[in-house]
């Protein structure tokens, strides 16, 4: 004879059962947290580097910014220089000088654009007093 009656073992062994159940869930819950945690940390890594490589663009464009100001300035004002004594002919036709002046603008932008090595600026080069009629 068993001294344990029947119902007894088939209620523990329900509760065992339960018991077992609850535990393999409770695991699996901290596995699925695990990998979540793992995919917000790498979420969190890849925002971080996009937010660098975004403020290191703003930064070289505020660079960028400033120097094309100031390429901007001296152009105008050399042209503003060449256009200072002379009328404007009928047929608008540029002065050479104001056309280097433009033609160096357009190339410095291009070698700023493509990131080659910039050229002059027109500050930098010596005036051209043969070019005036």
Same mark, same amino acid.
């Given at each position: 004879?068993?001294?344990?009656?029947?119902?007894?073992?088939?209620?523990?062994?329900? =509760?065992?059962?339960?018991?077992?159940?609850?535990?393999?869930?409770?695991?699996? %819950?901290?596995?699925?947290? +695990?990998?979540?945690?793992?995919?917000?940390?790498?979420?969190?890594?890849?925002?971080?580097?996009?937010?660098?490589?975004?403020?290191?663009?703003?930064?070289?464009?505020?660079?960028?910014?400033? =120097?094309?100001?100031?390429?901007?300035?001296?152009?105008?004002?050399?042209?503003?220089?060449?256009?200072?004594?002379?009328? =404007? $002919?009928?047929?608008?036709?540029?002065? %050479?000088?104001?056309?280097?002046?433009?033609?160096?603008?357009?190339?410095?932008?291009?070698?700023?654009?493509?990131?080659?090595?910039? $050229?002059?600026?027109?500050?930098?080069?010596?005036?051209? +007093?043969?070019?005036?009629?």
């Amino acid at each position: 004879m068993n001294p344990i009656p029947v119902s007894w073992l088939a209620i523990s062994g329900i =509760v065992l059962a339960v018991a077992g159940f609850a535990s393999g869930w409770s695991v699996q %819950d901290w596995r699925r947290d +695990s990998q979540e945690l793992e995919e917000l940390q790498q979420a969190t890594e890849d925002l971080k580097k996009q937010t660098d490589r975004v403020a290191a663009s703003a930064t070289k464009y505020g660079q960028d910014r400033v =120097v094309n100001t100031r390429e901007t300035e001296e152009r105008t004002h050399e042209i503003r220089t060449i256009y200072k004594d002379r009328p =404007v $002919t009928a047929s608008c036709a540029l002065p %050479d000088a104001t056309q280097r002046v433009l033609n160096a603008g357009i190339a410095s932008a291009n070698a700023r654009a493509s990131g080659e090595p910039q $050229t002059e600026l027109p500050a930098d080069r010596a005036p051209d +007093s043969t070019a005036r009629p």
